[in-house]
């Protein structure tokens, strides 16, 4: 008699896992490092100021009159908000039907936008360039980004074309933003250089972002040539990671990666001197219905400021 297998079998039960696995990755290291700040207007502005540049010819005659005074304003930065918005909508069956790792389908979807939105947030601050004052019309606005706020010209505002993040430091002389001379790759020297060039601007950098496929560079200054080598003391673990560097001046660098980073930069800074400025915190808000089914908003308007221009750098790969 021929067994009775289970490919004959009809009524089998289903072998489902209650559970689901998001395999997106979900930390924002820049937006969870830097601070948040509430604002009343979409356009926003901050000022900064520097002292006159050090002379070695402040001498003067004795007896001689005072003479007339020097002075300079202090220079205006303005930025905008940008709204970020996720909407989520969910027939009434779907949310009342029972599904195998969750429990209401709709308040799984809006789990799922509140995570995406703060994504996008961290993308937008990383990755945008000048602002976009937008219109009445369809334009959108948008905040300027990490790179439209370093190492901007005196009295210039981030949503001017002409921005070019080469103007030096109107008191050191420091600049703040460089290319690579190889293209696709750093060098210890430029990031040496552009480390030194913060010393000299007096900013407190204490961060290097970068986003992964940058490692082995990173992992490579542990080694340079015969003079710099990797040691390893009775261990069987190869530790190719490098986590901190400190500079020929001494100043001492998280390194960070962040996978939401542009792929042709290095971001070196301090997080104290960024924050966010949010005009509306981020809100669920159900829409009208108008059918068997829901649908709701997740929104948010934040914009970004950066303290002082010559606070952090950019090291940008030659195109």
């Not at 003479?67 to 027939?91: C, D, F, W, Y």
Request: proline share 4%; glycine share 8%; aromatic share 8%.
């Amino acid at each position: 008699m021929a067994i009775f297998s289970t490919y004959g079998q009809n009524g089998k039960k289903l072998s489902f896992a209650n559970w689901i696995s998001n395999i997106s990755p979900e930390d924002t290291p820049f937006g969870s490092a830097t601070g948040k700040e509430s604002v009343k207007q979409t356009k926003y502005s901050w000022q900064c100021d520097s002292l006159a540049k050090a002379s070695a010819d402040n001498a003067v005659a004795e007896g001689s009159d005072a003479g007339e005074a020097v002075m300079k304003p202090t220079t205006e930065i303005s930025n905008v908000t940008q709204i970020l918005r996720k909407v989520v909508h969910v027939s009434d069956t779907a949310d009342a039907t029972d599904n195998y790792g969750r429990g209401k389908e709709l308040m799984y979807q809006l789990s799922k936008a509140g995570a995406e939105i703060k994504r996008d947030l961290e993308s937008s601050m990383l990755k945008n360039g000048p602002a976009v004052a937008g219109s009445a019309g369809s334009q959108v606005r948008k905040m300027g980004g990490f790179q439209a706020l370093v190492g901007m010209s005196t009295g210039e505002a981030v949503n001017e074309t002409g921005h070019t993040g080469t103007e030096p430091d109107p008191d050191t002389g420091a600049v703040v933003v460089a290319k690579s001379g190889t293209a696709g790759t750093f060098t210890e020297a430029q990031l040496f250089d552009l480390t030194g060039q913060l010393y000299l601007a007096g900013a407190k950098a204490d961060t290097i972002m970068v986003h992964p496929k940058h490692s082995k560079f990173f992992s490579a200054l542990q080694e340079k040539d015969a003079t710099r080598v990797r040691y390893f003391q009775n261990t069987k673990t190869i530790d190719l990671e490098v986590s901190t560097i400190v500079d020929p001046l001494g100043q001492k660098f998280s390194v960070v990666y962040n996978r939401f980073m542009p792929e042709d930069a290095v971001y070196i800074f301090n997080p104290s001197d960024w924050t966010q400025m949010v005009f509306r915190a981020p809100k669920r808000e159900e829409l009208a219905k108008t059918g068997s089914s829901e649908k709701w908003m997740i929104e948010m308007e934040v914009g970004l400021r950066h303290r002082n221009p010559y606070a952090s750098a950019v090291l940008k790969l030659e195109v």
